[in-house]
């Protein structure tokens, strides 16, 4: 059964405010590396425009990069729903001007 015209656009307005309330976002993984002399270090990987980047993260900034990566698993699965709504919300609109014309 397909929902409604007003509650896919009230789905997609909560997406929005989501989004707008997310904060500082970063794409990639943070990952620990042991040291040849004991220790170990943080690294943060991650692609963008088509190049890889490794960076070293500094142990006091830890907690804000695993943050910031939340964050941009966030921002794309509710990237992902909206679209996904957006589809549904085109296919229903378009069946019911196809019914108008009928």
């Known amino acids: 059964m397909s929902r409604s015209q007003t509650s896919i656009e009230a789905e997609i307005d909560r997406i929005k405010k989501n989004l707008m309330e997310l904060g500082r976002m970063h794409p990639g993984s943070l990952s620990s590396q042991k040291r040849t002399r004991g220790g170990e ?8 425009g088509g190049k890889g980047y490794t960076r070293y993260v500094r142990p006091e900034n830890v907690a804000d990069v695993k943050q910031e990566l939340s964050n ?17 919300l085109a296919k229903l609109k378009r069946d019911q001007n196809r019914s108008k014309k009928s």
């Open 72 to 88: 941009y698993h966030r921002f794309r699965e509710l990237t992902s729903k909206w679209v996904q709504l957006e589809i549904e």
């Open 41 to 48: 270090y943080h690294q943060l990987s991650y692609s963008h």
